[in-house]
């Protein structure tokens, strides 16, 4: 699926006792807004504030965009949250009003985010940062840390992101609240992120599974945002875990949810990403019907029903046309060529269109297939994936090793996390590299990767892994001058199953990193 995790950051505060504080007043309509939004009719009130920005007022007209960016952000909408964003950005600054100014900043990092480019997210929530510490807004620097958290997060970097969480609890709890939003989340969605993360580092997958599945049915009484926000994460967590049938009636909750909710025609794919998760649920648990009509569901109905009616249309007229006189034969035949040739046509059309569909629906599940396979930050495989195809190819003639960025945590201190995200993708790239031909690798987490060697007559294991180290060693760094390194502990042999071969390296890891790191161990391999 999956986009990043589809969580939807939104809060309700007041500027700081000790600042001079945000204006009180609300658009006209507010009060029409919050029932259209209590009816989960987000259509007509998105069509309300859009009307509202032709008010001359520009405290109003800034208000009304904070409004809208929150219902773009809900629905998704990237485009039209990037195009506000910066119409809220350009408007403060021409105002003078840093507050709604940072606020912009926060939707721009936001889509970016949600497009996956850390970079350039980083950017905008890194000048919200500034705004926020120079003017004492605990908001922003809330939003900071929040940000920070999703992204570790993301790449399953818990230890990091729950140290990130507690960081932004501890601002946001800090931060007073401003009634110009129409949902105040922000506080409850970093706890529910807090909590599942938690859990994640602390405890078993049993107490796991038990934790983040109450998570989720404790929202169940919550407002629109906040109830999908709990259901979705829990659910996508646990089918993470594998739990596939605790999963399922949080994701049918959450579905139900979203199909009672009246978005017109605004744009949202939050139904399509949330489909794919309950298809995926549903697949998992053998329901393999549900998957199926889940997935192809509206595949081809927008078209297909239009032509169906058009040719069943010239079908009457065809047969009306058969029992007519036998007068005016010739102009009857006549006619009766240019309607087989309308039909031809359009059943040449119909054709091409179920090919154009079919195409485009398989492009989309390989590209689903492919991101579900693949780590986001590396493009190797992910954990799950690596395990799925070691286990169905083990044999004694392939080798497991586990490669550990050495001192990892002092370059993250030290340089930051986004030199640190570039530091895991160079030396993937390399792993990637010297794996070719021999073997595959994929991403076991943080700064962890799993190899998979070919041990044949022609593939030494050691001498490989050994390539490997030597390469990431010799890598070079713009930001600092020494070589960063890699620790490996090495498998010739495989066992029986993965658990039981991680196992053995792990060890062998650990047992490297204690002797001084920069090196490869082994006890079954021929050096």
Same mark, same amino acid.
């Given at each position: 699926?999956?986009?990043?995790?589809?969580?939807?950051?939104?809060?309700?505060?007041?500027?700081?006792?000790?600042?001079?504080?945000?204006?009180?007043?609300?658009?006209?309509?507010?009060?029409?807004?919050?029932?259209?939004?209590?009816?989960?009719?987000?259509?007509?009130?998105?069509?309300?504030?859009?009307?509202?920005?032709?008010?001359?007022?520009?405290?109003?007209?800034?208000?009304?965009?904070?409004?809208?960016?929150?219902?773009?952000?809900?629905?998704?909408?990237?485009?039209? !949250? =990037?195009?506000?964003?910066?119409? +809220? @950005?350009?408007?403060?600054?021409?105002?003078?009003?840093?507050?709604? /100014?940072? &606020? %912009?900043?926060?939707?721009?990092?936001?889509?970016?985010?949600?497009?996956?480019?850390?970079?350039?997210?980083?950017?905008?929530?890194?000048?919200?940062?500034?705004?926020?510490?120079?003017?004492?807004?605990?908001?922003?620097?809330?939003?900071?840390?929040?940000?920070?958290?999703?992204?570790?997060?993301?790449?399953?970097?818990?230890?990091?992101?729950?140290?990130?969480?507690?960081?932004?609890?501890?601002?946001?709890?800090?931060?007073?609240?401003?009634?110009?939003?129409?949902?105040?989340?922000?506080?409850?969605?970093?706890?529910? !992120? =807090?909590?599942?993360?938690?859990? +994640? @580092?602390?405890?078993?997958?049993?107490?796991?599974?038990?934790?983040? /599945?109450? &998570? %989720?049915?404790?929202?169940?009484?919550?407002?629109?945002?906040?109830?999908?926000?709990?259901?979705?994460?829990?659910?996508?967590?646990?089918?993470?875990?594998?739990?596939?049938?605790?999963?399922?009636?949080?994701?049918?909750?959450?579905?139900?949810?979203?199909?009672?909710?009246?978005?017109?025609?605004?744009?949202?794919?939050?139904?399509?990403?949330?489909?794919?998760?309950?298809?995926?649920?549903?697949?998992?648990?053998?329901?393999?019907?549900?998957?199926?009509?889940?997935?192809?569901?509206?595949?081809?109905?927008?078209?297909?029903?239009?032509?169906?009616?058009?040719?069943?249309?010239?079908?009457?007229?065809?047969?009306?046309?058969?029992?007519?006189?036998?007068?005016?034969?010739?102009?009857?035949?006549?006619?009766?060529?240019?309607?087989?040739?309308?039909?031809?046509?359009?059943?040449?059309?119909?054709?091409?269109?179920?090919?154009?569909?079919?195409?485009?629906?398989?492009?989309?599940?390989?590209?689903?297939?492919?991101?579900?396979?693949?780590?986001?930050?590396?493009?190797?495989?992910?954990?799950?994936?690596?395990?799925?195809?070691?286990?169905?190819?083990?044999?004694?003639?392939?080798?497991?090793?586990?490669?550990?960025?050495?001192?990892?945590?002092?370059?993250?201190?030290?340089?930051?996390?986004?030199?640190?995200?570039?530091?895991?993708?160079?030396?993937?790239?390399?792993?990637?590299?010297?794996?070719?031909?021999?073997?595959?690798?994929?991403?076991?987490?943080?700064?962890?990767?799993?190899?998979?060697?070919?041990?044949?007559?022609?593939?030494?294991?050691?001498?490989?892994?050994?390539?490997?180290?030597?390469?990431?060693?010799?890598?070079?760094?713009?930001?600092?001058?020494?070589?960063?390194?890699?620790?490996?502990?090495?498998?010739?042999?495989?066992?029986?199953?993965?658990?039981?071969?991680?196992?053995?390296?792990?060890?062998?890891?650990?047992?490297?990193?204690?002797?001084?790191?920069?090196?490869?161990?082994?006890?079954?391999?021929?050096?």
């Amino acid at each position: 699926m999956i986009k990043k995790i589809v969580i939807s950051i939104l809060l309700i505060f007041f500027i700081s006792s000790n600042l001079s504080p945000v204006s009180a007043t609300t658009i006209s309509d507010s009060d029409t807004i919050n029932t259209l939004i209590d009816d989960k009719n987000f259509e007509e009130a998105y069509k309300i504030l859009i009307d509202s920005l032709n008010e001359s007022d520009n405290d109003q007209k800034l208000k009304s965009l904070r409004m809208i960016l929150e219902i773009d952000n809900l629905l998704g909408d990237t485009d039209q !949250m =990037l195009l506000h964003g910066l119409d +809220l @950005v350009d408007s403060s600054i021409q105002n003078n009003d840093s507050y709604n /100014e940072m &606020i %912009g900043y926060y939707y721009l990092g936001s889509v970016y985010y949600t497009l996956y480019e850390d970079t350039k997210a980083f950017e905008y929530f890194e000048k919200m940062l500034v705004i926020a510490s120079s003017k004492g807004y605990e908001l922003g620097k809330g939003f900071y840390h929040t940000f920070s958290g999703l992204i570790s997060y993301s790449y399953e970097e818990y230890d990091l992101a729950l140290d990130s969480f507690i960081i932004a609890k501890s601002h946001l709890e800090k931060a007073p609240l401003d009634y110009d939003w129409i949902f105040g989340d922000f506080l409850e969605d970093n706890e529910i !992120m =807090l909590s599942i993360t938690e859990s +994640l @580092v602390h405890d078993t997958t049993e107490v796991q599974i038990q934790t983040i /599945e109450s &998570i %989720g049915s404790s929202y169940m009484e919550a407002n629109w945002n906040l109830k999908l926000n709990a259901l979705w994460e829990s659910s996508f967590v646990l089918n993470k875990l594998g739990a596939y049938e605790k999963s399922v009636p949080l994701l049918e909750e959450a579905y139900e949810h979203l199909q009672s909710t009246n978005f017109g025609d605004l744009y949202t794919n939050l139904k399509e990403y949330l489909k794919y998760d309950l298809a995926y649920a549903y697949y998992n648990t053998g329901e393999y019907q549900k998957s199926s009509e889940l997935v192809l569901e509206d595949a081809y109905d927008f078209d297909m029903k239009e032509e169906v009616n058009r040719s069943e249309l010239i079908n009457e007229k065809l047969r009306a046309l058969e029992n007519r006189s036998m007068e005016a034969e010739s102009n009857r035949q006549m006619r009766i060529i240019g309607i087989v040739s309308a039909i031809a046509i359009l059943l040449i059309l119909l054709i091409l269109i179920i090919i154009k569909e079919y195409f485009k629906v398989k492009a989309l599940t390989k590209e689903v297939y492919e991101k579900s396979i693949k780590d986001g930050l590396t493009g190797l495989y992910n954990r799950m994936a690596l395990v799925d195809r070691y286990e169905s190819e083990i044999s004694s003639r392939t080798a497991l090793a586990i490669v550990d960025i050495d001192d990892f945590k002092e370059i993250n201190d030290t340089f930051g996390h986004l030199i640190g995200d570039e530091v895991i993708r160079k030396v993937a790239q390399v792993i990637d590299h010297t794996m070719t031909g021999v073997g595959y690798a994929g991403r076991y987490g943080g700064e962890e990767f799993l190899v998979v060697i070919q041990n044949t007559e022609k593939t030494n294991p050691w001498d490989i892994a050994e390539a490997l180290r030597l390469n990431v060693e010799s890598i070079s760094w713009s930001f600092k001058s020494d070589p960063i390194t890699v620790s490996i502990g090495l498998l010739c042999h495989s066992k029986s199953n993965f658990d039981e071969g991680f196992k053995t390296v792990d060890d062998l890891l650990y047992a490297a990193k204690e002797s001084g790191k920069n090196m490869t161990l082994s006890t079954d391999c021929k050096i």
